[in-house]
């Protein structure tokens, strides 16, 4: 006979899955229902401890750094106040090293029913799944601004929202590809539109961030103008974009063009219903 084999990125995907544990039972019969969760609580152990591990390295090679600083001090024979960009840079990585040695994971909370004496947490596999790709560990800053996005797109009484993030607190790398991974679900089309500067590095990222054998997906462009014609092949491709939850990037410019050829095309049908010859070469 043969014997179907589990491999880890199909364990850690199916941490994605909301029928990660009927998976398991399909590929071995034999699993019982406990069995599949104590597999898939098993894989969540690993990952836990695979992403503590990247920050203990981390940790470690700033730890070296920051030696290293003191000891070029040292051996040029200056006190700490004798030099003011040796202080400052001294002063930034001892505060880099503290704040990684201090880091938690601020998705996980305490679940209901939840106590001392029977501790229970709570908390989205996608995060930790994401942590383990790329090998870092989310920001409090972050992890609350993707809740707040996703709590308002679970509101339909709430039209849009917007928040503001410095530069380097990881707006493209981190929170934009998180928002792709929980918003593209095959329901809904998922679009990320940027200035035309940054089209390519936004795309770049998102290629990047979407690339592993664990968390793929497909990175579309949509680019439009005014004068360009329509037909039905684009709207086939934003379906089969939506159906594979993929992602589509594209720029402001864009979307108000396509936007604009809207209204034209609403124009033109008013101007038929009125006089049935005036139909346009060109739509």
Partial sequence: GQETTRWLEFLVSSLLSTTGEVDLC????????????????????VLLHVVRMGQIRRCIAESRELLSTLKNMQALGKAPTGSTEMVQGLGLKATLVASNLATKRFFIRPASGASAANPLGAYDPRLLVFEFVHNL????????????FMAAVRDPSRAAAVHQLIMGSGKTTVVAPLLVL???DSKSLVVQAVPPALLEFSRSIMRERFSSPIIRKTIFTFSFDRFKPLDAAIYRKLLAARDSRAVVVTTPTAIKA??????????VLDKLSVDPKSLPQTI
């Fill in 26 to 45: 399909k590929l071995n019969p034999y699993l019982t229902e406990a069995d599949s969760r104590r597999v898939a609580d098993l894989t969540v152990d």
């Fill in 137 to 148: 560990m989310l920001r409090d800053s972050q992890v609350m601004l993707v809740e707040q």
């Fill in 182 to 184: 929980m918003l593209a």
């Fill in 258 to 267: 396509f936007m604009l050829k809207f209204v034209e095309l609403l124009h």
